[in-house]
């Protein structure tokens, strides 16, 4: 099959994919609870009825296998080396979520050639014929990894914790992706919070500044409790609102699926999240 042919395959599956709407949770800064956030959010997701997708898009410091304890044996870089199929990296969690690892120490997507990209596209595309929710777990920071997927997502939730590096450099992810005029919805998630009050000062913070300096809404996406037992899941390598479904932090987590659930955000939408990546790289 010439490169030719393999493009108009590519055009004609991004044509035929499902409209599935798409989560991408980035933070500023590591260490924040961020890549247990998408987990555990996808999990009570997919607990609510929908059909969902978890894609660890962390491509220097994949984790997410880590923490599920999932016995996964090949990656996006086996796919991209196209030592593996699409097929071979899926993992169906006993959850009920499709999952698919990323790759520790792998070059950023940019540059990878263009066969590259548009092969990881076209295969990442299955998942969006399979399910109604696909879940983003970028990488830490403002790379251009992250910027790639968060500026294709339906939504985007920056996660934060209350202490002033985190807030910094959380504001410092929603300014670039203003700057790149990002027209998904925009909402802020502080983790590790001591009460909701404080929860809800930070977010005030934040998008106060975002409103007045960079005339963007920066939507309230909730708080999370700090919770001990969220360490003690982390440690059990278990999803925390399925180790402890009961505790502080896991019915936090539970009114930010409820409200995604209720608000109309997991609609569908036309056009498909891997061909709006696709274009970012174009």
Known sequence: MTLDDQAARLRELMRQTRATRTIAICSGKGGVGKSNIALNLAILLSAGGHRVALVDADLGLANLDVLINADVRANLSHVIAGTCAIDDVICDL???????????????LANLTEFQRAHL????????????????????????DVLHFACAADSTVVVTAPEPTAITDAYAVIKVLTQREYAGQLSLLVNMVEDRQEGRVTHERIADVARRFLNVRVLQAGYVISDPKVKDAVKRREPFVLAYPRCQASRCLAALANKLSSSGCLSERKDGFFRRVANWFA
Not at 121 to 144: F, M, R, T
């Open 121 to 144: 596209v076209q295969s990442l595309s299955v998942l969006e014929s399979d399910n109604d929710v696909i879940i983003v777990d970028c990488g830490a920071g403002i790379g251009p």
């Open 94 to 108: 006993p959850c009920g979520v499709q999952f698919v690892a990323g790759a520790s120490g792998l070059a950023r």
